[in-house]
């Protein structure tokens, strides 16, 4: 049930024919007083569709005095706010008080009964455990931050999640963190929702950019990405919007602008946070009234598309600090998803890790490795900056500078990667993040150690957990047990 509170009869009967048109039921109200009487009452509201102003005042102060009244009664029902009297300011001032989004009269019916439909449908209760008949999807995208699937095998759904798409590209993990934005993303894709995703570099977020619009009812439509920081103010709106020839100087044929390429389907606009505030405002009436002009052309175009944005900064501080818009961070912020660094979830390492080792020696005619399980704690204890981006970066390059790969393990499974493989290879490429190294041994990012001190500082450890039992510190380390003797010779333990 929808409720309508407006002043203006007129408006009233309008919005009412057109959602009972549209299967809605539709209860209305032609002030507050009338209004918080059915708030009180009736527990089957679905949404509020509000006027902001109910005297002669066009202020909007009526109107967000009565969104803080609904919300006192109904925390959780959305309200979209309608208004003749626009403004950026007012607008800001209903999202921070609550309201699920602002619509100036005259308004678009297209655009307004998607946003109705959009708010009704995040509203909706959902359960988080999932059927367990439910398909996995497939996902295609570019593998820049997770990485794509070498193997059609069956899959444990809490570790490996597939959304729609011709390759078979997966996102691995099993966190929590994870799997909960994973939830969201099941969540919000169906509607045109816009979403903000926010994490450190190499967190996946274009991958969960991709799986937003693979989930949608737009996947059958283009996915365009476009990287905003490598956009100058002065392209921004022939890149964004397109241009006529002629329009300027050096605009010598016709140019399709992004939201025209992405027409129909989702614009993912990355690095949000690079924008400078001059193409923010730009930007902004496209979210707003869905509506943009190509250069050289005065004629308005409508943009159908759903927008999803990712940033690595934080725009709340950008906000306070002014250089990023208030307005354009709530209208892009409706839904947030934030991917956690990697060392806030450990425990998708090691899926990741033999993924990646298994991609890794597919790719390089390598025979199949794995690691061990103190290298797998090893892993768990590095910093990891630049997130998984730069484990798959860690785990191809230990493959590749381990030695004696014929060595196997006595199960027959290839040759195994010890945590000193890794430290190795880590050593190899060092990055300035801080004094937050791990220590095994004394061996650690920043360390002023040789390679010769990190191996027998490995070597000191596994016989220590192992209380010097050769063959299982042998097996640990991926050596002979005759190297092992000599290598203890050798650093006199």
């Not at 069956?154 to 966190?175: K, N, V």
């Amino acid at each position: 049930m929808i409720l309508i509170v407006d002043d203006d009869r007129a408006i009233r009967v309008a919005l009412t024919l057109m959602l009972e048109r549209n299967d809605y039921t539709v209860i209305s109200a032609d002030g507050p007083d009338a209004a918080m009487e059915v708030v009180r009452h009736q527990a089957e509201l679905e949404l509020v569709l509000m006027d902001m102003n109910y005297t002669l005042s066009t202020d909007g102060e009526e109107g967000l005095t009565l969104l803080r009244q609904v919300k006192v009664f109904q925390p959780n029902l959305p309200v979209i706010l309608m208004t003749a009297w626009g403004s950026i300011d007012l607008a800001v001032q209903g999202m921070r008080n609550g309201a699920f989004d602002f619509i100036t009269k005259p308004w678009d019916n297209g655009v307004l009964l998607e946003r109705i439909e959009t708010a009704i449908l995040l509203n909706r209760p959902h359960t988080t455990e999932e059927p367990a008949d439910r398909p996995l999807h497939n996902l295609s995208t570019d593998v820049d931050d997770i990485g794509e699937a070498t193997s059609t095998t069956s899959i444990d759904r809490h570790r490996r999640r597939r959304f729609g798409g011709a390759e078979d590209t997966l996102i691995i993990g099993q966190s929590q963190s994870l799997l909960s934005a994973l939830a969201t993303v099941e969540r919000v894709a169906p509607t045109n929702a816009p979403v903000l995703i926010t994490g450190e570099s190499g967190t996946g977020k274009e991958l969960i950019a991709q799986a937003i619009h693979e989930q949608s009812r737009r996947a059958g439509k283009p996915f365009v990405k476009v990287n905003l920081g490598g956009i100058s103010t002065a392209l921004f709106e022939s890149e964004m919007f397109g241009h006529k020839k002629g329009s300027f100087t050096d605009a010598k044929s016709d140019r399709t602008g992004r939201f025209e390429l992405a027409e129909g389907g989702t614009i993912f606009l990355d690095e949000i946070g690079e924008l400078e505030l001059a193409s923010q405002v730009k930007l902004l009436r496209v979210l707003q009234d869905q509506t943009y002009e190509v250069l050289g052309d005065s004629t308005s175009r409508h943009a159908n598309v759903r927008v999803v944005c990712a940033t690595n900064a934080d725009l709340r501080q950008m906000v306070k600090e002014k250089t990023f818009r208030e307005d354009l961070f709530y209208r892009i912020n409706l839904i947030n998803i934030h991917l956690s660094p990697l060392r806030e979830r450990t425990d998708d390492i090691p899926l990741l890790v033999h993924h990646f080792i298994r991609q890794t020696c597919m790719s390089n005619s390598l025979p199949i490795a794995t690691a061990s399980a103190e290298a797998i704690r090893y892993l768990q204890t590095l910093p990891f900056y630049g997130n998984i981006r730069e484990l798959k970066n860690l785990v191809e390059r230990t493959l590749l500078m381990s030695a004696d790969p014929s060595l196997t393990s006595p199960k027959g499974e290839g040759w195994i990667l010890s945590a000193m493989n890794f430290q190795e290879a880590y050593q190899q490429n060092p990055v300035d993040g801080g004094d937050h190294s791990p220590h095994l041994g004394g061996a650690g990012r920043g360390s002023a150690l040789t390679l010769e001190e990190i191996e027998r500082a490995s070597i000191a450890a596994s016989l220590e957990k192992h209380q010097g039992n050769l063959s299982l510190v042998a097996k640990e380390l991926g050596i002979s047990r005759g190297a092992l003797y000599r290598k203890i010779e050798k650093h006199g333990l």
